[in-house]
């Protein structure tokens, strides 16, 4: 047998084999430590609290036991007052050993901001648990946060109760579905639903990142015919985790009950013309409107076997956009601000030549 191996379809294959298996190895190990790390922070932070509560120690002893361990340990970082203050508060926050917890599988930097941002309780747990399985990053659990997305997650106006049998997809599907839909990203109120559509398309990375995880963008104003007629679609995604499409539909009004008719004639067409039914769900309906009558809405919906969502979409109050710093203002201020040091560096320069 020569020792010289050429390239083949199966040494490929076995090569792209144990780069998988080293991959996954390595983010295994990754995680483990995390949580090992966690769980010694949570441990610490209890010792801490609870000598605190017995003794009624004041904040100055986390300041001499801060300096104490860094004395003791110098090459090991996150031992700052801040930082084992941050560990009484975890233990505070997650009393129960963290192990169990959704928080043990976050980064520390993402426990920080939850500490920071979330009352205790379920909110504190609705954040960790979200974005432990969904696998956020820091900015975007700081902008769910910011959203209040914990507020959202439980749309009443659908019609899942009777058009997704399994509980479990119903629980699926209700918690891809925000009410109301925060769009700040959004540069003016469009005027018409064209001008929506083309907004949420040119800024797709903050749209998906509002929707949640696991959208996929397939197309805007997608064409689809019935019959001799063509219908255009306003945006259409597929939903890589729950195997089916979800249509918006847009509207810059409030909801009219002829909008659920309509909406329930596309989600047929896609599945019609585009799901693969021997793979994909149902297709879900979403209708964005800017305001709606609960009871109309409702009796919209009866009757439609169809999964439909009804929900609103907002932006910033108009107050609050006014007091906003405009892009303009904030490159003068830049450029204000490097020009003041610009002068006072070439100040220190003359006068330090002086002295010289």
């Not at 104490?68 to 084992?84: E, I, K, M, N, Q």
């Amino acid at each position: 047998m020569s020792d010289s191996v050429t390239a083949t379809a199966e040494y490929n294959q076995l090569l792209d084999s144990i780069k998988q298996t080293l991959a996954a190895g390595r983010l295994r190990a990754a995680r483990a430590v995390n949580n090992v790390m966690i769980e010694t922070y949570w441990a610490i932070g209890r010792e801490i609290a609870g000598r605190q509560q017995e003794q009624g120690w004041g904040a100055r002893v986390i300041e001499r036991l801060s300096a104490d361990l860094r004395a003791a340990h110098p090459d090991v970082r996150g031992l700052s007052p801040r930082s084992l203050e941050y560990m009484a508060t975890l233990a505070a926050r997650w009393p129960e050993p963290i192990a169990q917890q959704p928080a043990a599988r976050l980064p520390w930097g993402h426990i920080m901001v939850i500490l920071d941002k979330c009352p205790a309780g379920a909110v504190s747990d609705f954040y960790a648990s979200r974005a432990a399985e969904e696998g956020w990053t820091r900015g975007a659990l700081e902008s769910m946060i910011a959203s209040r997305l914990h507020e959202r997650t439980q749309p009443a106006l659908t019609t899942f109760d009777h058009s997704v049998p399994d509980e479990a997809d119903r629980e699926a599907l209700r918690r891809i579905v925000k009410d109301p839909f925060v769009l700040d990203f959004l540069a003016a109120d469009p005027v018409r639903e064209r001008d929506l559509s083309k907004a949420l398309t040119d800024n797709l990375a903050r749209f998906l990142r509002e929707l949640g995880t696991g959208f996929a963008f397939v197309g805007a104003e997608v064409p689809l015919r019935s019959g001799d007629r063509e219908f255009l679609l306003d945006l259409l995604f597929y939903h890589c985790r729950l195997h089916r499409y979800v249509v918006f539909e847009l509207k810059l009004g409030r909801f009219e009950p002829e909008y659920a008719g309509k909406l329930n004639f596309y989600v047929q067409l896609v599945d019609d013309h585009l799901r693969d039914k021997t793979h994909d769900d149902p297709t879900l309906g979403m209708l964005l409107v800017v305001g709606r009558d609960d009871i109309t809405v409702e009796v919209a919906l009866r009757g439609i076997s169809t999964p439909l969502a009804v929900t609103e979409w907002r932006r910033l109050p108009a107050k609050v956009r006014q007091a906003l710093p405009s892009p303009e203002d904030l490159t003068d201020t830049m450029t204000r601000t490097v020009r003041e040091l610009e002068s006072s560096a070439g100040a220190r320069r003359d006068l330090l030549a002086r002295i010289d």
